[in-house]
């Protein structure tokens, strides 16, 4: 079982959809959780952390359910811009661990 | 911000040998220094984690006599593939943290390898 599980995606939506994300973890110890986006052969960066309180960032809004080990990230009023793979992360004992990312495509 | 570069940042080299990438923390001290791979359409494989003036932390399954991490100084870390195939070729990241603040993670921008 992979570390950090995601959608296989691709997700194809029109603009203006609202796009949810979801991640399970397997490591019940993980210490902190994050989403990044990475766009073609570019470095991943930083979208939001997430926290078990839930939190917004305009159109973004993640949420941390520890209990399940599950993580999700919704992307309201999809923007052509938002098209890139995103990907979940887990730290564990100072290292990142990265989900496979699932890729969107936000079409006009 | 941080500001991690890296270089270079596209490199063809043909089998057999060696390619060094370095990555450099700019305006922070980097206590710790991570070394990822990343396969087409596959995530970030952590390879190792590397500390100043110590031995890189190699991951299960990564060879630390093919793949040497360096990490002299702190805003410094090397890598350097030894030897290299053409399974080799791929996407190398690194990513630096001074140690302070769960977000305190900041990537270069990688360095694509072609080995023919």
């Known amino acids: 079982r992979k570390e950090v599980e995601q959608d296989p995606g691709p997700f194809n939506v029109p603009e203006g959809a609202t796009v949810a994300f979801n991640c399970t973890y397997s490591n019940s110890a993980s210490q902190s959780f994050f989403w990044y986006r990475q766009d073609c052969r570019k470095e991943p960066k930083l979208l939001m952390s997430v926290y078990s309180s839930g939190n917004e960032d305009g159109r973004f809004t993640a949420q941390l359910n520890r209990a399940s080990q599950y993580i999700s990230l919704l992307i309201r009023d999809s923007k052509l811009s938002d098209s890139a793979t995103y990907l979940c992360?887990?730290?564990?004992?100072?290292?990142?661990?990265f989900g496979q990312g699932t890729e969107l495509s936000v079409k006009p | 911000g941080a500001v991690v570069s890296q270089h270079p940042s596209r490199v063809i080299c043909k089998s057999g040998t060696s390619v060094k990438i370095e990555c450099r923390s700019l305006d922070f001290q980097a206590t710790t220094m991570f070394w990822y791979r990343q396969f087409p359409k596959q995530s970030l494989m952590l390879m190792a984690t590397?500390?100043?003036?110590?031995?890189?932390?190699?991951e299960q399954g990564v060879e630390k006599d093919k793949f040497l991490i360096n990490h002299a100084s702190l805003t410094l870390s090397t890598l350097t593939v030894t030897s290299a195939h053409p399974e080799d070729s791929s996407f190398y990241i690194c990513?630096?943290?001074?140690?302070?603040?769960?977000?305190?993670?900041?990537f270069g921008s990688g360095t694509r390898l072609t080995v023919v």
């Open positions: 992360v887990v730290r564990q004992g100072g290292k990142l661990i």
């Open positions: 990513s630096a943290t001074a140690g302070t603040g769960v977000d305190g993670y900041t």
């Open positions: 590397s500390n100043e003036g110590s031995k890189a932390t190699y």
